[in-house]
């Protein structure tokens, strides 16, 4: 993922980061690298950006027709 300026962007995920597949909450082993993905992010004051939702995409779910461009998981934690 990259910022507007084209600069790298990493996350942390914290032990309330929630993943979501098919309307189901998922455990973290589901994501591949190259998958594509909806990240819910939280970047505070001080500290690292910290992820707090991700929800993987399908053809068959309805928000990969959303008009935002899904980003793509790099595989780093």
Do not use: C
């Not at 990259?2 to 942390?12: I, N, R």
């Not at 594509?36 to 929800?55: A, D, L, M």
């Not at 995409?57 to 934690?77: K, T, V």
Request: hydrophobic share 45%; net charge neutral.
């Amino acid at each position: 993922m990259h910022t507007d300026t084209g600069a790298p962007l990493s996350f942390v995920w914290i032990s309330r980061t929630i993943f979501v597949a098919n309307v189901q909450v998922v455990d973290a082993g589901i994501l591949e690298p190259g998958a594509k993905v909806e990240v819910i992010y939280h970047q505070p004051f001080f500290g690292r950006p910290f992820v707090t939702k991700v929800t993987l995409l399908s053809a068959s779910d309805p928000h990969s027709n959303m008009s935002r461009e899904p980003q793509m998981l790099n595989g780093a934690r």
